[in-house]
């Protein structure tokens, strides 16, 4: 029976590990060559004596021992912030001298060492956030395609084979749902064509780039504009049609109140 230590670094890893236990392990071709995984756990002391200073706040005291504790908690980075503190106050409080000296630069190393990790971090970033970018265009691209589809739909619906048959009410709502799927694919378009970062700090587009944005902005605006217009115009409508509704209550009313008061509607009007 042999056996071995392993220690992680995420609890989660740990969690992956006992759900190997009782699994079955084959080390050979024959069936009777294998043998049973069994696995158990247990928190290591530094790892329980790091978390325990971390939530109640304890600081370690400067000496030989305590310095190979902070110096294995800068190397960990749930505990880097807490041990960057513990090093700062040592330092503050004159514990680094001529004789400490080389103790106190082994610690700081470690703060560089983390540095070079930082700098690895944000190029494991830069390199997440391209991949993002390079998916989102595809998606996009692909939300093109299917504006192609729904161009061809409209294309067919407003030639004249199929527009006669369309009432005047149906055909102004085909085109103003033309022009909003023309709306969508320039959405589309600028989401595509909207840049992340400029490397040079220039935000500005190049001129025939942003000629062609301009134009494509005005023809939104425009088609929005004839929205709004044909909007406004329903709603006085409405309005209007609400407006004459009360006039009507109201003459009611008042020819009730003439009827049944006539002396005080002789006064009203007097």
């Given amino acids: 029976r042999r056996f071995g230590h392993v220690e992680f670094k995420h609890e989660s890893s740990v969690d992956k590990a006992i759900q190997l236990n009782n699994a079955i392990l084959r080390v050979g071709p024959d069936a009777n060559e294998s043998s049973k995984i069994q696995v158990d756990f247990a928190q290591s002391k530094e790892a329980s004596d790091a978390k325990r200073r971390m939530k109640t706040g304890e600081s ?17 980075d749930d505990t880097f912030e807490f041990a960057c503190k513990n090093l700062v106050m040592w330092m503050e409080k ?17 703060i560089n060492n983390h540095c070079h990790k930082l700098v690895k971090e944000i190029k494991l970033r830069e390199e997440e956030c391209q ?14 395609q299917q504006c192609d589809i729904v161009d061809s739909v409209f294309e067919v619906a407003t030639q004249q084979k ?3 048959n ?9 085109t103003q749902w033309k022009d909003y799927a023309q709306e969508v694919r320039t959405e589309i378009n600028k989401a595509i064509e909207k840049p992340v970062e400029n490397k040079n700090g220039n935000g500005d587009e190049p001129p025939a780039k942003r000629s062609k944005t ?20 329903l709603d006085q409508e409405i309005s209007l049609e609400k407006k004459e509704k009360q ?8 020819a009730r109140f003439k009827q049944n008061c006539p002396e005080e509607w002789e006064k009203v009007i007097g």
């Fill in 166 to 174: 369309f009432t005047k009410p149906q055909r102004k709502t085909l």
């Fill in 214 to 233: 301009e134009e494509t902005e005005t023809e939104a605006s425009l088609a929005r504009a004839n929205r709004e217009i044909e909007q406004l115009k």
């Fill in 162 to 164: 199929a527009w006669d």
């Fill in 60 to 76: 370690l005291a400067f000496n030989a021992p305590n310095a190979q504790i902070i110096s294995t908690d800068l190397r960990g």
């Fill in 247 to 254: 006039i009507l209550q109201l003459k009611t009313l008042l």
């Fill in 94 to 110: 004159g514990s680094c001298s001529t004789t400490t000296a080389n103790t106190f630069f082994g610690l700081i190393s470690n």
């Fill in 131 to 144: 991949d993002l970018i390079q998916a989102k265009k595809l998606q996009l691209e692909k939300l093109l």
